[in-house]
């Protein structure tokens, strides 16, 4: 290989490098940018800043959002969440941020998952919620966070909580982005069709267990 071709292929891997390290939301260019109800909300809800809407015709409502006053339809394991995103809260567009509502009943968990465009800051409303991350050496930093207390989860980084009080807790996080999305590793290790004979040998797991897996955390069966 030529020294000018390995050049060229440094070049382009530290530039790759660099974008990929410092990606972020744009800044927004104007002060505001309401999302276009004539583009549909089915095709916007793929892309990161939605195109706008003429800003003469900007409202009030636009920027209020009033979604959060209650929990959230609860799942079978107590976990309710509401996720604030510029598809429901036009005002966030191009703002570079969201926010969650998590409700727990008692004993329930938020499973360990990661955003791997965001991270959140995470505010306990009301209740005890054991809360933590896990490092990149696989340390993990973890503590009961009480009542008007935060922590923070760094992005891209495994995190989970679970209400360790007796009456049902609130959580509300924020994201510094309006698109973190979101892989819980449950969901993603056996609900995503990975075939079952590398599960078994990555996990130990007998093929009933991992058929027992699958079935729980499939959204397809």
């Known amino acids: 290989m030529s020294p000018k071709l390995v050049l060229l292929l440094v070049t382009l891997s530290l530039h790759y490098y660099a974008h990929i390290t410092t990606a972020s939301d744009p800044d927004p260019i104007q002060d505001f940018c309401i999302p276009n109800p004539e583009f549909g909300v089915t095709k916007l809800a793929h892309l990161t800043i939605l195109p706008c809407k003429n800003s003469s015709e900007a409202t009030t409502d636009d920027f209020v959002f009033s979604g959060l006053r209650s929990a959230g339809n609860f799942s079978e394991s107590g976990l309710a969440t509401i996720p604030v995103n510029p598809i429901v809260f036009p005002g966030l567009n191009t703002l570079g941020m969201s926010f969650v509502r998590a409700d727990l009943k008692a004993g329930a968990v938020n499973p360990p998952h990661f955003h791997p465009r965001a991270t959140e800051i995470s505010y306990v409303v009301q209740g005890s919620v054991y809360s933590g991350f896990v490092d990149s050496s696989n340390r993990v930093f973890a503590?009961?966070?009480?009542?008007?207390?935060?922590?923070?989860?760094?992005?891209?980084?495994?995190?989970?909580?679970?209400?360790?009080?007796?009456?049902?807790?609130?959580?509300?996080?924020?994201?510094?982005?309006?698109?973190?999305?979101?892989?819980?590793?449950?969901?993603?290790?056996?609900?995503?069709?990975?075939?079952?004979?590398?599960?078994?040998?990555?996990?130990?797991?007998?093929?009933?267990?991992?058929?027992?897996?699958?079935?729980?955390?499939?959204?397809?069966?």
């Open 143 to 221: 503590s009961v966070i009480e009542q008007g207390e935060v922590m923070v989860f760094p992005r891209g980084l495994v995190h989970f909580q679970m209400n360790v009080g007796d009456k049902p807790a609130t959580v509300f996080g924020s994201f510094n982005g309006q698109n973190p999305g979101s892989q819980k590793i449950p969901s993603a290790i056996f609900g995503s069709g990975i075939q079952a004979e590398l599960l078994e040998k990555a996990f130990g797991l007998t093929p009933k267990q991992i058929g027992t897996m699958k079935r729980k955390f499939d959204p397809k069966r």
